[in-house]
Nanobody, 124 residues
Framework: QVQLVESGGGLVQAGGSLRLSCAAS????????MAWFRQVPGKEREFVAGIAWSDGRTYYADSVKGRFTVSRDNAKNAVYLQMNSLKPEDTAVYHC?????????????????WGQGTQVTVSS
């Protein structure tokens, strides 16, 4: 059974940085695509960044391009989201997601497995 567990969220001032981690277990993820989504109350879940586990290809939402970096560690079965130059509008619950395919997709409906989420709050 696939399990995804996020950590690393917290409260940070605007302009600051946070690094989120997603510990993945239960499968061999070499043919999976992993992604980070975020959600605020009353809004749909929004794609942030994705990475293909097999070759490290990445894709970013325009709103975070140049500020966020997604990466993976094969040995630790972990995916990371380095968030720099944070803005108040980045405040959300951040979820890690996985899909059993190598292509990164931006719609949450394409992902089969989800973590419980970690809260990121950016104060102005």
């Amino acid at each position: 059974q696939v399990q995804l567990v996020e950590s690393g969220g917290g409260l940070v001032q605007a302009g600051g940085s946070l690094r989120l981690s997603c510990a993945a277990s239960g499968r061999t993820f070499s043919n999976y695509a992993m992604a980070w989504f975020r959600q605020v109350p009353g809004k749909e879940r929004e794609f942030v960044a994705g990475i293909a586990w097999s070759d490290g290809r990445t894709y970013y939402a325009d709103s975070v391009k140049g500020r966020f970096t997604v990466s993976r560690d094969n040995a630790k079965n972990a995916v990371y989201l380095q968030m720099n130059s944070l803005k108040p509008e980045d405040t959300a619950v951040y979820h890690c997601a996985a899909r059993p395919a190598i292509a990164i997709r931006t719609s949450p409906q394409n992902y089969d497995y989800w973590g419980q989420g970690t809260q990121v709050t950016v104060s102005s």
